[in-house]
């Protein structure tokens, strides 16, 4: 019986010229949908579990190609609400080598920033999951987005879900009025599973010093929120737009594990790559032990950065084979 | 020397999936730009005047990239101006016989909505110009545009050049706190030429009755602003999505003149038919009499319905030809 | 609470030459999927009601992709079955006026033709349905299809669900050993509604003669199979590959009803219209009189015309506003 | 055993937008190839007889990738000749309804204007040939290829071959020296098949007067040049771009036949669909009486139209059936 | 005069999503055709050489489209023979770095498979040939192909031709009752170049042991079988699905000559090259000592690396300069 | 107020396959448009700066849509010319690792090569300018196109305008009777920046020997022709079609400068890239000192290298990022 897995946050409209073109010279866009969270509920699919998406789309045709795409992309979609009439955007410029990829957003005003507390009923949305995961956009897009998402976390504590955060966020996205330092620490206070970085566990929660270790900061966070298990960081090394490095780390309250450094030296699509490896962790954890998981969660990461779009289409056997150490992409008939 | 045309309005990206697929299909969208006043500017650049639109776009890589396209079709840009970050626009699904096009406007919030009378310098941009074309849906945009655009009629008026106003407008189009009759009718009253229907005459200007004659109509309408010269009409048949029959009549003043009636046969994008319409109409007035202005405005209108696109692309040559009366359409070798 | 459809058949991969290329010039192939019975469940998905299509496809990426198509397009696949490798295929090249489109079928060996009724749970499948549909095509693939196909039409009739059948089938599709005179009747004898043609009743029940009208053919057949409702008929004028005529005709008993003959002047894929009509057929059975039912299934099966690909993905409206009579296409804004 | 066809003539690359853009808007061109000769040619290995194209090309990628569109399309290339660089080139913008499809030639200085009669050996070409066809283009590109045309003809001749001409020709291609009246008479002189026109025959020939029928012209002409056994004239009505009506008339020196009127009324591509015509004419003398050949060539004419590029790919089965009558274009299962 | 080539296997229909996309979000798959002995002649035929394909298609338009695609690329057809209706197929999907290229056969019950020993009349198609190539897969696909291929491979040594094989096959294609083991040997008997791996020469033969080099085996193959002259070896280091080492080894019976290591960075396309490297085996072996033999065999393999498809389409030209060692591909002009 | 700059010389039409496919499988080509000197105006105008080009094209749809690139990428056209009828091509094949790209031209008899001196009026044309470049293939083109060189720089000289040239020449260009030996240095002479190289140096101007260095022979060209302040080199190391490094060398009369070695390890389209270069370092030493002048045309050329087509669109920000040493191309949001 696989696992279900449940995911919260808003589905944007990817729209970016073909291949390596830029807007000054694109005469069509190529179109696939893609948002954090979902991002990470589509992976997990692929990879054999049962995964929904709750979300707002606007009540019009675009927001049901946009329900049409989680569909086709095996989530399923019968908690997702409808109203009003933006669709959330993002316009991706693709980079190579030493030109930066470039991501202009259009989600003001965008129905799922309008969303409101009433208008889920999370008891029901996770009345058979097993894990609830979020990530440190939602709550920075609206107050009701953020409210939203702890009614989301605080009733899968009640109901005994495993919750993971993945808390990385940034300043300059919010625009409502509340900082992250007021609106994520109640959040990863009722989360058993965090992946963050050491900027991000100093700068949200005021832990730690400048020149603490990601593990020392780990500790220090789970001693300040026990509910937490599990705190993991991906570590990136941006050779080029064209070639990176991944790997990944996790700290259990009792050890701190490296996975092996992956090495992507023909990047195809580097966006959604995070969300892949969160979406690795999941399923790693559920299905591993912590070594085994983080292992995981890099491989998925790392072959995330072959396949256009956001979302990560790997099967569980392309993942298993790369975790174990197979990095030659030998041709399969 | 080729006379000068001033257009002013928003233009918006129009994004459409290929061919006759539906959004709930698609996997890239056409990507052009378009908008009721610079599809005018540009259809009358293509049959050989000078012209420049003037309008808002956002300070950023897509608002370039419109730019771009307005001076690709041989406008000049040297007025637009840029700020905010929305960009508006338009999803264009095309249907064919018995299934209607279907069109969903994103425009609210867009950077030229935001637009203020300060930011445009009419006399500069009106120097040296020959006509000046306003729609009705640039006032139904916000309460700026709607100042901005009255301003540019204004000094057009102390120019002396020529205004004409093309005042089709839909009710649901105003929703920031006026109406199209306390806002049209001023504009209206400066201009010289005017583009409208039986019961746009009636709704927006409180003129007439139900039963009276679009001539009765006109008539009326000049009495009440006699600065106008020409009342004109385009008078659409619908056979069907792929089907449709054009015909101009204008009045002014002392006659009432009917072009022939063009029958389109195979329509590959009606959208922005009208605007060839009023295009037409500014290059026939500037250079034909009244009775060859009407003929030239329908068949550039006819043209229109047959190139993919917002922006009537035809040339003096293929006009004159149909206006002359060579509906055949023969290969030219 | 929308009605629910099920139906049951196989679906295959689509392949065609873009536009109206032939084979001999094609340099790739647009993929969709397509099967007359889930042509039926997609339509009456895109009109609202709930529906599930219940199939065989092969276990590897392929069969996977071929259910994602299914999902995208609302169906429910919680029950598809997996197994064997090969995938149904039919190609496709498209006509135009004078030139006929063509079908290459490779359809024999598939996964679907090795389906055996111990696969499916009709009691399982069935339990919350309102309605199951099945054709002509699916007895005509393999004993296994056939009798699948008959489980499912007796386990209707013990749960009380409306069953429909649309019995055109063409002698050369019946290659296992049994012919449709031997295979249709058992499952017309279950069957609450009927579409067919005068020859398909002469051939495959030996009733009736050449020279008896529909009319009269219908009131033979209910005679015979009590359990038939309503026998229904559409006409099609072929005046060439861009131009046919659609009516429909229904009888039910008492009385004999004709739709409006609708008028598709430019075709742009013809695949898949019966079955939009036979989606028609239900809806309007489920939500009106007979009057309007087949005026509604005539208006479905005309606006299919004008969708590329094999399934009708029009709204409500858009059928609503056809059944009404607007034959205009006017764009919608 | 087929029958074998040679021709001789220019074939170019043609570069046209997609769909009906105009180069306005292109961003990219389709690539095929075609030349009015070679059309024919490839059109009756299509039939199904045995072709081969004689004709000079670059020697460089681009001549050699033209000669793998013959190959590709069934002809015979081992007489082929390369040198020079320059490929001859023709643009084209398609038209719809009634704007006309627009050529731009670029053919002046191609490998092909450089071809002397020294270069090609055709006794050896056509040892075993049943048919050789010729048209008025060749001439008109320069003394060359009319030497090298004349040589074909009279060795044509001296092996007992049948000889056609299709000797449309325009004033504006002849810019080497020559006029039309001069060159073309010593072609037709050698020929048994002539297609041609009313205005053909007055202009190249000074035969006859304006008020002269077709059939009455035919006979002057024959009279003049006894060797010619069949005077053919293709009729085309251009109700506009998008619809042409198509009749074949034949004189063969004892009847004069009509073929029916065939109606495109949803044109695809109309370039060479006279070569389709003479293909048709060719076959149909081969294999049937004269008033079924008429047909055949009118049916051939017809459907090419719906075939985009310039050859025509319909099988002989698809001109069978539209020559016996079948005008419905229905669906092939 | 060039040399000529033929071979004999199956070509099957090659469909893959665009660039790296993957089966569950490809709307259309791209077209090409491909097999292994057919990409030798093709290979071949781009190098200069003479070459036709022997095989069998499908007696429809899916089979003439195959038939053109190799008419194209140069190859002579007449010796292609038709029936059946099933064209064999297979499914690609392009992998990058760390994920693998995925390949789906469906081969089985193609027309191909069912050829017959009567289809082919060996003697009148090798009649002025100079070399025969078969490879392992064609006698897997089923008896009659085992016995076509055993047939031709006969006639050619009857003839003097010289014959090769690429004798790589796998377990797992063996699916109608024989074993590798069992019919391999004979094949082998009769052939004079046989490129192979160390495991191919344990595996099929039964001959060495796990600890023998490469040279040693070629030995000993060479020892049982003394109607070869060379065992030819190409090693391939797989970095990642896009990074790969070549290097080409052959043993005259004399010499064990090694050719450079080539890296091959940034791959487009990696199947068909082991083709690829035949093909440039016996390019080089009919025009170059062995020593430069080996050295081209691996450049044309390194260079189809870049070539979308199965088939290598560089020049020799292109050839020669790699083999020389310019690997820098500087651009030429 | 950005400084502005003038250009001179041919703009191509530009074809090539899509992606890395052979025109041997092409089914369409890719357009845009290129020529050195407008390659460097459009650069520059994509920096910020002004920038006019002087070209000559056809006077048809092809040499309007060649105009309207242009203006689409932000050049001013006023001074094009338009005459005669062929338009100026070249046929691109891009290669990858191993596999050089290939360019053929097509400009013999090009409209461009038809200009003569009375066409263009260069005091109007340099009136506000700040800038003239110009490049050597300019004056190997046509007697009349040297002459229209020489005269905007005389007229720049007289006008107190900067002058740069590309002296970058090949010997097989120059086809109309003059060596570059006779024509070149008398442009050089009156130019103020030389991008050459030390082939160059000691090829066109008679100038030092083997052994020395480019520093020296920097040195020595200044003395000859004391107008020239800055001697330019940019180093290419080409590893593979698909990695090049890029290094800028500039020796101001005092100084020899070096910028940092760029490793471009992913090449997408390395067409235009010396033209990028020459932009980078007008704009470099309009705005910098020589040091930086030198990083940032390096910086510029570097990131050409990732856009696909003939012109640098990269924004003044990517080019000072890089200028800067962030080579990580990170993705920018």
């Known amino acids: 019986m696989p696992k279900k897995l449940i995911t ?5 409209m990817r729209l970016s010229p073909p291949g390596y073109e830029k807007f000054s010279q694109a005469s069509s866009l190529e179109l696939v949908y893609g948002g954090g969270e979902a991002n990470v509920a589509i992976s997990c699919a692929y990879l054999g579990m049962k995964a929904a998406h709750v979300t707002r789309f606007p009540d019009n045709t675009l927001g049901k190609a946009a329900t049409q795409f989680l569909r086709r992309h095996w989530l399923s979609t019968e908690h997702v609400v ?39 009923n999370w008891e029901d949305v996770l009345k058979d999951a097993d894990w609830f995961h979020w990530t440190g956009i939602t709550p920075a897009i609206s107050d009701g987005a953020a409210q939203c998402c702890l009614d989301a976390i605080k009733t899968a504590n009640k109901l005994g879900i495993t919750v993971s955060g993945d808390i990385n966020s940034r300043d300059n996205m919010w625009k409502y009025g509340k900082t992250m330092q007021e609106v994520i620490p109640d959040l990863v206070e009722h989360s058993d599973v965090v992946i963050t970085s050491s900027r991000g566990i ?101 072959l995330k950065h072959t396949i256009p779009g956001d979302v990560n289409m790997v099967s569980l056997e392309n993942v298993e084979s790369l975790m174990q150490g197979d990095t030659s992409g030998a041709i399969k008939r």
């Open 82 to 120: 409808y109203g009003d009439s933006m669709m959330g955007k993002y316009f991706l410029e693709k980079g190579a080598v030493h030109r930066p990829s470039e991501v202009i957003y259009e989600r003001e005003g965008s129905a799922f920033s309008m969303i409101e507390p009433s208008m889920i």
């Open 8 to 12: 919260f946050g808003e589905v944007m």
């Open 202 to 302: 100093r700068e949200m929660f005021d832990i730690g010093k400048i020149e603490d270790s990601f593990k020392s900061l780990a500790k220090q966070l789970i001693e300040v929120y026990p509910k937490i298990k599990k705190v993991v960081k991906k570590t990136r090394r941006t050779l080029s737009a064209s070639h990176h490095q991944i790997q990944g780390k996790i700290y259990n309250g009792k050890e701190y594990i490296k996975s092996d450094m992956l090495n992507i030296t023909h990047i195809i699509d580097r966006v959604g790559t995070g969300d892949a490896f969160a979406a690795g962790l999941i399923y790693g954890l559920l299905h591993y032990k912590d070594e085994e998981a983080i292992e995981f969660a890099s491989a998925a990461c790392a």
